[in-house]
């Protein structure tokens, strides 16, 4: 399975954009970049993915570098209920990997009112 | 729109007992996954069901087993329970292998004493 890197934490102010980095130099073609995070006592949820192209959606963006080997995960105006663990996954869509989703640490993000 | 449902919540088993897990999918997904996090550590994966079938296994041993049923709802069987096993389980669900993103539960604690 591809690696991914992320720091361990980081800490944001609210109303403050986010920027939280992933590393991924052993990306394969076939590979997405998927984030999910999860909130204290719940399971992860889905925030974005994306291939090659930047993505947008009501939770997030995501940046994707040129050569794919970095993403960042940008929450625009950070609030307390983004406070949770961030996590950056790639999945295989090739070959026989259907889908299975492997976890790193991730980032622990606190946020500050 | 009712979500991922996993029951029960919080289960106490004793060492060397075997223990179901119950999940039901969310509406329209036909793809579930079971992992299992330890205290600290992001879910690590233990198997995927799709079309009744067990389609892709992490490394766990035989002592992990499940079933799919023709609803989609599945089952995680754990047997000869050591302490080691106590964790949070998570179900997570998708659409045809989750090109889309999974939605997870919110789990089941097991604790084994």
């Known amino acids: 399975d591809a690696k991914t890197t992320q720091p361990n934490s980081m800490e944001s102010n609210e109303e403050e954009p986010v920027h939280l980095p992933c590393n991924h130099s052993t990306i394969s073609g076939t590979d997405y970049i998927h984030w999910y995070r999860q909130l204290p006592s719940q399971g992860p949820e889905y925030v974005i993915h994306g291939l090659t192209s930047n993505v947008n959606n009501r939770m997030a963006s995501l940046a994707i570098a040129e050569d794919r080997k970095s993403s960042t995960l940008i929450l625009h105006r950070a609030t307390l209920r983004d406070a949770a663990v961030y996590y950056c996954i790639l999945r295989d869509v090739g070959g026989t990997s259907y889908g299975k989703l492997t976890f790193g640490q991730g980032t622990i993000l606190t946020v500050h009112p | 729109d009712a979500g991922v449902t996993q029951s029960p919540t919080h289960l106490i088993k004793t060492r060397g007992q075997q223990v179901t897990l119950r999940c039901s999918p969310k509406?329209?997904?036909?793809?579930v996954s079971w992992y299992q996090q330890a205290l600290g550590q992001g879910p690590q994966f233990i198997f995927q069901?799709?079309?009744?079938?067990?389609?892709q296994r992490g490394n766990f041993p035989d002592r992990f087993s499940g079933h799919q049923f023709p609803n989609y709802s599945s089952e995680l069987n754990v047997n000869a329970l050591l302490l080691g096993d106590s964790a949070l389980y998570l179900c997570a669900s998708g659409e045809g292998g989750g090109n889309y993103g999974y939605t997870f539960g919110s789990g089941t604690r097991l604790t084994v004493v």
């Open positions: 069901y799709y079309e009744e079938e067990e389609r």
């Open positions: 509406s329209g997904h036909d793809t």
